[in-house]
């Protein structure tokens, strides 16, 4: 079977189409080839971090949680699932509200948009946590102490 290249209008045959980004101004447009050759060095004092690809592990439910703080507090579960429960309910309310939370160590959850749907409501929420390793060595000193 024999392969045919689709030709023009004017009859010669079509070439590849090359990359380009045109940009505009005011008094003419101009187009620029993009590639490697094109883009300008990266400045070096500029330093930004690529966001990590994070992937859900299994859910973690609140009979898991009970059973966790259970285990590492040593308090008995019958105090500690009211307790808990209570704190969710009070969470819950918060964030229903619209209100930022900051809860070290887990981090600061600020609600970043909410939809009403059918039997309540969907949020959408940023969590910012901190390093942990940053606030345990405390802020670097300015100056070393004088003996």
Not at 62 to 89: C, H, Q, Y
């Amino acid at each position: 079977m024999a392969t045919t290249r689709k030709s023009s209008t004017t009859g010669k045959p079509a070439s590849t189409p090359k990359t380009t980004r045109k940009t505009t101004s005011r008094s003419k447009t101009t187009a620029r080839a993009t590639g490697p050759a094109a883009d300008p060095a990266p400045d070096p004092a500029v330093v930004v971090n690529a966001p990590t690809v994070v992937v859900a592990g299994v859910e973690m439910k609140k009979k898991e949680l009970i059973d966790l703080v259970v285990e590492r507090s040593g308090i008995k579960k019958r105090f500690a699932k009211p307790t808990i429960e209570a704190a969710l309910a009070v969470l819950g309310e918060a964030m229903a509200e619209g209100r930022p939370l900051n809860l070290k160590p887990m981090g600061k959850v600020k609600v970043h948009k909410s939809k009403p749907i059918a039997g309540g409501q969907v949020l959408m929420a940023r969590v910012r946590q901190h390093d942990n390793d940053a606030e345990e060595s405390g802020p670097a000193p300015l100056a070393e102490a004088a003996e």
